[in-house]
């Protein structure tokens, strides 16, 4: 299977409405997050469903780590549902800009490095409050590089 580096991340209406209600329902004193399931077709990763952090994700005022077995139970979910693969994650900088840090960065090599997983590009998007709203940013994590790339939001129905 041949994918082209990924210059696109779009967020459905389904999994943004998950982010949403996460990033203005959780206690931001820390960081929180999910995993991001979807499709990599050409140049664009397209996110169906986006995960909550889980009751065991570490969550520090600079850091997120997801709750595996939260994040398992989703992804078999998401698989039987419409093939979606696991794509990535997201998670927020409550007091920082919208960038991967080094840490973050690191995990996502370790998961780049893992053959079992099948990465082609990890995918990260970092939400932080600017100007009182939250703003995210799409990343790409491909060989040694992470890169910016566009992202796109589907808006999300009913009450913000
Ligand atoms: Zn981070």
Redesign the pocket.
Known sequence: MTQQPVAVVHLTAPAARVITTELRTADHTT?T?GILLGHHTRDTVTVHHAGTPGPAAVRTP???LRDLAHAQALADAAFAADSSVWVGEW???PT?RPV??A??TATYRDLLDDPELGFHSVI?V?FAPRQGRWTGAAWTCHGRRVAPVELTISPVDGPR
Do not use: I, L, M, N
């Open positions: 960081e997050g600079t850091y997120f998670h927020t900088h920082g991967p840090s840490r973050d990260a970092v």
